[in-house]
């Protein structure tokens, strides 16, 4: 109960307060740059790594990346950026 009241009030805010949803929900971000750029921020972690794929832990679910010559330029607590080619993006729910 208390989750979905949470919810609410936070949807609510985020239309009364004008504010983008993935800050308010804690939705991941994705910023694509053709195939050879993938810069995720607001992700909870990462799970697995290969030149060819890349699992990221979300806080619903994980983003699951396929590709080839995979390359982390730049990774934080809660943000990377993935060079290489990519192939698919997919979203998996838990």
Do not use: C
């Amino acid at each position: 109960m208390a989750k979905k009241w949470g919810q609410r009030v936070r949807n609510w805010m985020t239309k009364q307060m004008d504010l983008p949803q993935d800050v308010m929900m804690d939705l991941p971000r994705i910023t694509m740059i053709g195939q050879i750029h993938i810069y995720i921020e607001n992700h909870r972690g990462l799970i697995a790594f290969s030149d060819k794929e890349l699992r990221l832990l979300l806080k619903q679910g994980q983003l699951l990346i396929k590709g080839k010559t995979f390359v982390i330029k730049t990774i934080l607590p809660d943000e990377i950026l993935l060079e290489g080619k990519i192939d698919q993006v997919l979203f998996l729910n838990d």
